[in-house]
């Protein structure tokens, strides 16, 4: 099947901007202390509850990737774009990165223990989101667990002209309320256990919500309701 032309277009942008994006993205230990509180529980969560290892998707540069490592999770980065992965190779040799789509996974069903998608599902076209979360279910052992997240805020899709230093891009993003995106999640199967939105930064335009949930030990499969949220959103 020909890869969708969001992918293409987003591999393209995050090659051209990887060098810079990996100057610029503030380092984990200069985000503000609830987000890196969120970060070392998850991490705990992960590492004690022994139900596999983490995966970081949408690694980019793999700054995150490795302060999970240095909090003792056994974790490996996954990223769409070539020259990001490079990036986090070259930063972090002894740790895993591997170049591939978080929306078809190069893992076996239930191989992870723990996902984490930090600001990198905010580009998936919104009408996208069930069959990205059913592969993130798919990855997952039984009562492993997910984190989200991003920026959050009435529905609204962006196309930038340029980013992280001026560079061209041809990507879109997408903002949606922190509601649907645990609607959307527990729609595909997951038990959503945490939702935590911090408003926005100062001269930021959007708050940021952090999502919690699991895989339930006993896995239901997602709700198949045909008039549940679909995801469709109106379009750029
Ligand atoms: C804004 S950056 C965030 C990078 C990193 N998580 C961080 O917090 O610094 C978004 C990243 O998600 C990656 N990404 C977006 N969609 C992806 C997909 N379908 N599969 C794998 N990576 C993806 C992009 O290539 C980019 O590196």
New binding site residues.
């Given amino acids: 099947m020909p890869e969708p032309s969001y ?1 293409t277009a ?2 393209e942008s ?1 090659d051209t901007v ?1 060098a810079d ?1 990996a100057q610029i ?1 503030p380092k984990p230990r200069e985000l503000d202390p609830v987000s890196r509180a969120m970060l070392a529980a998850f991490a705990e969560t992960v590492r004690t509850d022994e139900r596999g290892p983490l995966a ?6 793999g ?2 990737t490795a302060h999970l490592a240095g909090l003792g999770a056994s974790v490996q980065g ?4 070539p020259n ?1 992965v490079e990036q986090a190779r070259r930063a972090y040799p002894t740790l895993s990165f591997t170049v ?4 078809a996974l190069p893992l076996p069903d239930a191989a992870l223990g723990g996902i984490l998608a ?4 905010h ?2 076209p919104p009408e996208s989101l069930p069959q ?1 979360y059913a592969e993130f279910h798919r990855a997952l052992a039984p009562g492993g667990h997910l984190m989200l997240a991003g920026h959050v805020g009435e529905d609204e899709c962006r196309r930038p002209a340029q980013a992280y230093g001026g560079h061209p891009v041809s990507y879109e993003f997408h903002i949606l309320p922190a509601g649907r995106l645990a609607a959307l999640l527990q729609r595909a199967g997951f038990t959503v256990t945490a939702r935590l939105t911090q408003e926005p930064a100062e001269g930021a335009r959007w708050a940021s919500a952090t999502l919690l949930a699991h895989k339930p030990d006993t896995d239901t499969g997602p709700d198949t309701d045909p008039d549940a949220d679909q995801g469709r959103s109106p379009g750029c």
């Avoid at 970081?56 to 540069?61: A, I, K």
């Avoid at 996954?78 to 774009?81: F, K, Y």
């Fill in positions: 992918l987003l591999r995050y990887a994006y993205v970081d998707l949408g690694c980019g540069p700054h995150i996954i990223d769409l774009s990001m591939g789509s978080m929306t930090y600001y990198s599902t580009h998936t990205l």
